[in-house]
């Protein structure tokens, strides 16, 4: 059985992330939505609402699910024995970024697992490599309609209003 994760905040998660995670499902038997934590960041959702939001939006796609780590996200692959991470890209800044952190993981994974976890770069479908998370949190910010970036714009815009 292969078996993929796709990590990130998703904070929250949009029609960009969901088109990666559902290509993904195409090319492997598992995939694992993971849930980034960092406790150095701010997030407009918390842990519990981002999963929520994450877990509506595969609740289609058969073989996807999804789960969450505080800790760092090589560590979570290989405790759980994934061995391939795939990460969205939209541009070349998310490129540049996104390959520091697969030499860091390599070399992490080998080091500290004694295997190795590969990540696989999938690029953004054109018609959604402009939608970013901190977009959507503006327009909802501003009272605006995201329901063309987003999966479900009611739980989205319900979660959103319980802010304080």
């Known amino acids: 059985m292969t078996h993929a994760i ?3 905040s998703f904070d929250p998660i949009t029609l960009g992330h969901l ?3 559902k290509r993904a499902c195409a090319l492997y038997d598992r995939v694992t939505v ?3 934590i960092n406790a150095d960041k701010e997030y407009a959702f918390s842990k519990e609402e981002r999963i929520m939001l994450a877990k509506d939006a ?3 796609l058969k073989n996807a699910d999804v789960d969450s780590t505080d800790g760092l996200l090589v560590d979570y692959a ?3 024995g994934f061995p391939v991470i795939i990460k969205g890209l939209r541009n070349k800044t998310d490129f540049q970024y996104e390959l520091k952190m697969v030499q860091i993981n390599e070399e992490l994974s080998e080091k500290r697992h004694s295997r190795r976890v590969f990540t ?3 690029p953004a479908t054109k018609s959604l490599s402009r939608i970013s998370s901190s977009y959507v949190k503006k327009l909802l910010a501003n009272g605006k309609s995201c329901k ?3 999966p479900n714009e009611e739980l989205l815009k319900k979660l959103y209003k319980k802010r304080p």
Do not use: E, L, N, Y
């Open 58 to 60: 595969v609740k289609d």
């Open 120 to 122: 696989m770069f999938m």
């Open 148 to 150: 063309k970036f987003v």
């Open 78 to 80: 290989a405790a759980a």
């Open 19 to 21: 088109d990666i995670i």
């Open 34 to 36: 993971v849930i980034a």
């Open 6 to 8: 796709i990590p990130g």
